[in-house]
């Protein structure tokens, strides 16, 4: 069951919590800066809704605050009319989406959903990446014992293809909306355009 982290101190967070709730989410929830930090310090959260409505406190700030405490958890932002210019520099800063007040169910419903996907998409790329890199950093090591012969080794064939597949189900859930995928995935449209279009060979030393 995916944990939710809702930081707000208004009513909208009665409906969004309800809504999520019966949609399978456990929901955790904190009204300021300190105490967004104690959740996350206690808790393994999947994903983040902030209302851009805090005082004090926008969306760009909120996201700083994360990368400054070294909290890697992708964050939808909540928006009214007047903050969507908050909200769209939050996502250049790093948010995954926005919703805008105010909230409608289903909508909130299917960004969060979207937003968990990514967020696993991210985590199973990384995974190949840090065995590709593990395995590299021990080839090099002096001494070092070598690779049973039953394991997995990663070449930049299959990491390619792992890497193309997971552009290419990113694009699907975007409806092939480059600059979005690109965001999300946490890379430039440049090289994603650059994987889309040949294999890029990966060498370890």
């Not at 979005?180 to 060498?203: D, M």
């Amino acid at each position: 069951m995916p944990t939710i982290l809702h930081v707000d101190e208004s009513s909208v967070g009665l409906l969004l919590e309800a809504t999520l709730t019966r949609a399978g989410h456990r929901i955790v929830s904190a009204d300021s800066e300190a105490e967004t930090l104690q959740v996350l310090a206690r808790e393994l959260v999947d994903l983040i809704i902030f209302d851009d409505g805090i005082p004090g406190l926008t969306g760009l700030e909120f996201l700083t605050l994360l990368q400054r405490e070294r909290h890697d958890v992708p964050v939808i932002v909540l928006t009214n009319c007047a903050s969507i210019e908050h909200a769209v520099s939050a996502m250049k800063a790093g948010a995954v989406d926005y919703v805008q007040k105010p909230v409608n169910p289903q909508q909130l419903q299917l960004t969060v959903e979207q937003a968990l996907e990514f967020a696993r998409l991210r985590r199973a790329n990384e995974t190949p990446r840090r065995q590709l890199t593990a395995i590299g950093t021990t080839s090099r090591v002096a001494g070092a014992a070598p690779i049973p012969s039953d394991a997995v080794v990663l070449t930049s064939l299959n990491i390619d293809a792992a890497e193309r597949a997971l552009i290419l189900r990113a694009l699907e859930v975007t409806k092939n909306n480059r600059t979005r995928t690109a965001q999300l995935l946490g890379i430039s449209v440049r090289t994603l355009r650059n994987k889309l279009n040949g294999p890029r060979r990966i060498e370890v030393a």
